[in-house]
């Protein structure tokens, strides 16, 4: 299950998946990508996100003052296609 390693080694440098190292034993770059899709679609990330929330909420450890909102995962609403230009 080393798997999860790898795919957070890639998105914490940045490193392109075919560049993931063979010696670091996480698998090849393309098993590691194909897992973060898998994963991804079955909502594995989502359910992670949430409950390490919870339980930091829990621990009181958030600072909801240094909180930072952005729409990173919110869908941008469609424009008026025919009306008049906001503001």
Do not use: N
């Not at 590691?32 to 409950?51: F, I, N, P």
């Not at 958030?62 to 609403?77: F, L, P, T």
């Amino acid at each position: 299950m080393l798997r999860y390693r790898g795919i957070l080694f890639v998105l914490h440098t940045g490193i392109a998946w075919r560049h993931l190292p063979l010696e670091l034993g996480f698998g090849s770059g393309s098993t590691c990508y194909r897992r973060l899709d898998e994963w991804q679609r079955a909502g594995v990330w989502e359910r992670l996100h949430a409950l390490l929330l919870d339980e930091l909420r829990a621990a009181g450890e958030i600072e909801w003052s240094r909180a930072v909102a952005d729409s990173s995962h919110v869908q941008a609403k469609k424009g008026l296609r025919d009306g008049p230009e906001p503001g």
